[in-house]
């Protein structure tokens, strides 16, 4: 299995910043992409940012241009800046890897607990 835990979310006035980390550990043979989803209250959950082992990134519509996500290969983290938050930015923010556990074996979705990011206006 693979655990992801999250740090980082908090309180912030809109126009202020906050920075998002995750780290993985566990049985790991190879992670593939690692990124961020959020889900607020009465909403579904969607992606806010995703970045392949290689770097490239995909970004959700609503953060592009404020939001920046890395990847450190060698520790198995994702970092998540978040620059110009907004009250719409408020929620609840998960960690996900798509990743192998042995060589041969599926690539499965792991999870974090979440981390609670709030933007007040």
């Known amino acids: 299995q693979v655990q992801l835990v999250e740090s980082g979310g908090g309180l912030v006035q809109a126009g202020g910043s906050l920075r998002l980390s995750c780290a993985a550990s566990?049985?790991?043979?190879?992670?593939?992409?690692m990124g961020w989803y959020r889900q607020a209250p009465g909403k579904q959950r969607e992606l806010v940012a995703g970045?392949?082992?290689?770097?490239?990134?995909d970004y959700g519509d609503s953060v592009k241009g404020r939001f920046t996500i890395s990847r450190d290969n060698a520790k198995d983290t994702v970092t998540l800046q978040m620059n110009s938050l907004k009250a719409e930015d408020t929620a609840v923010y998960y960690c996900?890897?798509?990743?192998?556990?042995?060589?041969?074996?599926?690539?499965?979705?792991?999870w974090g607990q979440g981390t609670q990011v709030t933007v007040s206006s």
């Open positions: 566990g049985r790991i043979f190879k992670i593939n992409t």
């Open positions: 970045i392949t082992s290689s770097g490239n990134t």
């Open positions: 996900n890897t798509q990743a192998r556990t042995s060589e041969y074996g599926p690539i499965e979705a792991y």
